[in-house]
């Protein structure tokens, strides 16, 4: 049923000009995520690593990433360096369970909001929303 | 150490009792002070304001008279300061301080005066008080403890191991709760999240309804009740985390590589019984560190016990432990003759309960980046080009 649920998503998603980046590796974080966020009428599209993102050939960029900061593989800040070298500035929220350095935070330039997990959504939406209206670009 | 008031004897013997509004009956008791003072396993000697020993107890009668000892080999009638004179004139360190001390408790600039203090020889150390007396004809006491088995306890390398040891310990009880709460925080996240857009798809129950039973309404209330629940135990996890994670450490400066030296010393015999070697690269002028000696030598002791293990099969045993200054940061570096690390073993050597020994739980290294991360500092596991593995660690100069 969650696998149902993930996919309907997704095909929202890429139908819709306007959506959210999720990208975690907990499988139970990214879907509770695009549920929640679809509850709130919010397009997402999940991803399960940074190297699963930079592979997929996206029409249109998300207006926002949800970003854990502890991946397998390539860690949020790194996805975050790599998009920026492509010159792809999209704004960042990032996410983990762990503590974190707030000066490793200063030095990423894309982050527009940091949440430790557990995280109140409403903090989450708060941050993602102003991002959603403008216009895409 | 107390002061002994055998000065402020006689006045308490003339007012007498012990004063207590509870005691209806006070009781008179007279202060012997030869038998207070021969009670005293410390050494203790009172002078008079010229500085002349005018009472001593047996204590310090008997060290006198072994005269093994140098700055109390003054006797009743002797002149005590005279004699810490003649210590300082043939050069001895410690009889300066002392001098200093008598001096200016005798002439009432201070009214104590405390110190630890080496022998002559340098064997055996003393904590040695001067109090002054209060009455007008001046005076001090002085009294002595031998103090050397318990700086050499202090001093040991069985001590300073098991307090490391014991600092290990919190830490790995540190650790362990954090890997624990991250661990936990994941699924609480998605279950409060799963909650909510559960209960925002089936939409806030109508409110003046409250009577009329629905399923709906129960089902969001159910989700209601799941998300709180989990919010409460989140609340827990996150409370015992900041709890156990808290404690900061002090930051001084650190000469690393005297620290470095410290904690080699403590292995080197568990290095010799394995057949191992430590050489030593320090870079001359290693600006200090921020840090804590005691933390930075649990780095160090952490990185050399896992090259130990590493080296244990290879026939040349050898463990570099060095210092290069770069800039505003100073690395710090062990590097084996062990096999290297597979990049297998590269890529989960810092996670928590990873280890490729038995009976360890994994979580060595663990600490030693918990330790280098709370000092602001990167560690970093390669290759050496030689072969072996090579550990870095950066941490920031003071």
New interface residues.
Partial sequence: MSTLIERSTERTAIEGDCWVGIVDD?A??R???A??F???GILTRTFGSAEEYLRRRLPVEPRCIVLDVHLGGLNGFELQERLAAEGKFTPIVFIT???I?S?ELARCPGACGYLR???D?DALIALVLPHLNGHSE | MRPISVADAPAQRASSPRRSDASPRPQTIVVDESVVLASLSIRVAVLDAGGCVVLVNEAWRSAAAEGSVGENRANIGQNYLDECRRAEARGFESARELCRGVEAVLSRRTRTFRAELASEGNNRWFEVAVDAMTHDAGGAVVSIVDVTERRREERSAETIRRRMAHLGRISIMREIASALAGEIKQPMTAIRLNALAGATLLGAPQTGLDDVWSDTREAWQMFKDIYDDASRASAVIEHVHQHVCSQGGRGGAVDIAETCRVAAALIEHEAAIRGARIEFAFEIGTPAIVGDAIEIQQIVMSLLLNALDAVSASPERVITLGTVAHGTEVELYVRDTGPGLSPKVRQHLFESFFTTKEGSLGMGLIVVRSIVERRRGRISAEEAPEGGALFRVHLPVS
């Fill in positions: 907990d139970s974080i879907q509770s995520l549920r929640m679809r509850s709130n369970a762990h503590d350095a000066a997990k557990p995280f959504s």
